[in-house]
Structure formats: structure tokens, C-alpha cells
């Protein structure tokens, strides 16, 4: 290991050393000098003491932040989607399912998988690995310890949320415009009853364009303030990647987080996007669609599943799924065709 290690540093060198820089490996005295000269490293707490340790193991700030930030996207992003696989598969989870006649069969869980795991690779590794530059740039803290205090983390995290769900929107509204309907958001719709690992099931340009929204909200925020570290950022991406995964689940249960959030989103609204195609452009909170409209043949639909007698309910919830499905494959096909929904 270390032998290739030196080779490839080597050639690094000969072709980009300010990239080969970056690469560069110093021992664990060298570390904690450069990383922590000041700090007594026995006063942190438990957290912070393994935060640090583990910077100095790795040796390097850059790659010690590109492997965790990549390794807990992936453990975060298919942990939370292998549960969702098993709940399909049971039996008693299924008076939940959102779409009960609908289901996926296991080529298609593979198909999904192998287009996710590419586009993590191919898209995601490369922003991945630069964040922690960028973050630098942008004034982050990144390795630095003790971490910032409960009460501002919660608050960051709360007006990224609040940012993303803002950008989403708006870009989620422009992907359904004709062209880039066609040629990059088509791919996500072509599960109308969706699944969680369906989350990132999309084009490449399209899963550039939204992760905009989940991070630039800490780098705007960081030309404002210098307050915010890094382990705030991977609290808020890993609630990002459960809130997206659990918005293609299918599943709205009693314990859903609408149910006690009334302008949570969750699966409920955005498995009527799927099905429907043209209402439910939000992705955490339901208040862009609500205040704009683009909600309504949501609301219609559940309105006419409430008023139907309880013996009638599971039919007429069953026969207006079928009809906003229907009238959603028209609406796709006339995006697809004139740019935007219209009578032919």
C-alpha cells in the first residue's frame, strides 16, 4: 500500500503538484501540531475527542473529510432505502401502502440501483470529495473542535431546511418545462408509484441541479456567519437524505410525520406527484404549493375519497388513483410534445 501510494504521489507530482499537495499524508505529531496546537484534546468530550482523533489518523484534512462525507452519504442513503425494501415485502405493512395495487419487482429494484450507485460515483464523489475546499473557502470549520453548541445547530439546520424546500420548488417547477422534461426529469417519472430508493433515481443534471439546493444553503449561509461547522452540515444532509427517501417510500403511516406536522409534506403529497404529475412540486413542507395552487387537484382528490361513504371509500379511492394516473400519463405526454401541460 504504501509503495503504490509513493508511486502514485509520484506522478502526481511530475504532472499536477498543486493537486498532488493535497494528497500528502503527515504523520500524527505533524497532524495534531498543524491541526491542533492549542487545544487540549482531553478536555472535549467523547464526540470531539473521536472527531479530532480521527483527523489525525488520516493524516490529511482534505481526504480525511472526502472519505467521511462520502462514506456517510452512502451508509445514510441506502441504510434508510434497505428498510423501506423489507417493509414492501411484508404483509402487514401493506393498508399503508399509498399505491396498494403497485409494486416493484425485483429487476427494477436492481436497475434502480445500479443507475443510483452511478450517479453517486460519477456525480456526486467529485462534489463530495471538493467540499471540503469549498467549505474552506467559504469559511466552514471543518476539523476545528469543540463543535458548536445544540441551540445554533438547531437553527442552522432549520433554515437550511427552509432554504432547499424554497429552491426545490421553483427548481422542481422548471424540470417539468418541456425540454428539460424530455431530456433529464423524465427519467425520475418513470415510476409513478415510487419507492424510497428511488430518491436519486434521476439524471445526472438533475441530481446536480437540486443537491444545489441542499448545499448551498450552508455556504450562503457561511458569507454571513463563521459559526458554522461541518458536523451541523452532515446532521442536515442526513436528515435531507431520510426526508427524501421517505417522500418515494409509498407509505404514509399513522405515525407519519404529517400527522403531527401539518405542513410536513412527506409521502402522502409527494407520491400524488408521481401519480398525478402536476401538483406537488415541494419537497419538505407543503406551504409553496398550498400558497400557489399547485396543490389543488391534491386537495380535490381528497376531498372526494373523504366524502364517499366508508363501505365506498377503498373503491372510490381506488378508481380516483386510477383517474389521476390517467390524467397525469396525458399531462406528461402533452409536456413531452408542447412544452407544457395544454389541450392538443
Not at 475527542?49 to 456517510?72: D, K
Not at 407543503?286 to 391534491?298: I, S
Amino acid at each position: 500500500m504504501s509503495a503504490a501510494y509513493d508511486i502514485a504521489m509520484g506522478y502526481m507530482y511530475k504532472c499536477a503538484p498543486s493537486i498532488a499537495d493535497q494528497f500528502v499524508i503527515a504523520n500524527a505529531t505533524a497532524t495534531k501540531d498543524a491541526l491542533y496546537p492549542d487545544i487540549n484534546l482531553d478536555a472535549l468530550n467523547w464526540l470531539e475527542r473521536t472527531w479530532a482523533n480521527y483527523y489525525i489518523w488520516m493524516g490529511n484534512a482534505i481526504m480525511a473529510t472526502g472519505v467521511i462525507s462520502f462514506v456517510l452519504h452512502e451508509v445514510v442513503y441506502f441504510g434508510r432505502c434497505i428498510p423501506w425494501l423489507i417493509i414492501d415485502r411484508m404483509e402487514f405493512f401493506q393498508k399503508w401502502k399509498l399505491q396498494p395495487t403497485k409494486h416493484i419487482t425485483n429487476a427494477q429494484i436492481w436497475k434502480m440501483t445500479k443507475v443510483v450507485v452511478l450517479t453517486h460515483i460519477t456525480c456526486e464523489a467529485p462534489l463530495i470529495w471538493l467540499f471540503h475546499p469549498i467549505c474552506c473557502y467559504f469559511g466552514m470549520a471543518t476539523y476545528e473542535v469543540p463543535f458548536s453548541p445544540v441551540w445554533l445547530m438547531c437553527a442552522q439546520i432549520a433554515a437550511f431546511f427552509v432554504f432547499e424546500d424554497m429552491f426545490h420548488y421553483w427548481a422542481h417547477r422548471a424540470l417539468h418545462w418541456g425540454p428539460l422534461y424530455k431530456n433529464i426529469h423524465k427519467l425520475h417519472h418513470e415510476w409513478p408509484a415510487p419507492i424510497g430508493l428511488a430518491a436519486e433515481y434521476a439524471h445526472p443534471l438533475e441530481v446536480l441541479i437540486l443537491a444545489q439546493g441542499t448545499i448551498s444553503g450552508p455556504f450562503l449561509y457561511c458569507l454571513f456567519r463563521n459559526d458554522l461547522h461541518i458536523l451541523t452540515v452532515y446532521i442536515w444532509v442526513t436528515l435531507r437524505l431520510f426526508q427524501a427517501v421517505d417522500a418515494h417510500s409509498g407509505y404514509d403511516f399513522p405515525w407519519s410525520l404529517r400527522h403531527f406536522l401539518p405542513f410536513w409534506a412527506g409521502a402522502d403529497h409527494h407520491d400524488f406527484h408521481h401519480m398525478a404529475f402536476v401538483n406537488c412540486f415541494s419537497t419538505s413542507f407543503r406551504w409553496w404549493d398550498f400558497t400557489l395552487g399547485t396543490d389543488a387537484k391534491y386537495h380535490a382528490y381528497k376531498a372526494r375519497v373523504a366524502k364517499a361513504k366508508a363501505s365506498e371509500r377503498e373503491a372510490v379511492n381506488a378508481r380516483e388513483m386510477e383517474r389521476a394516473e390517467r390524467e397525469g400519463l396525458e399531462a406528461e405526454r402533452l409536456v413531452v410534445a408542447y412544452g407544457k401541460p395544454k389541450k392538443a
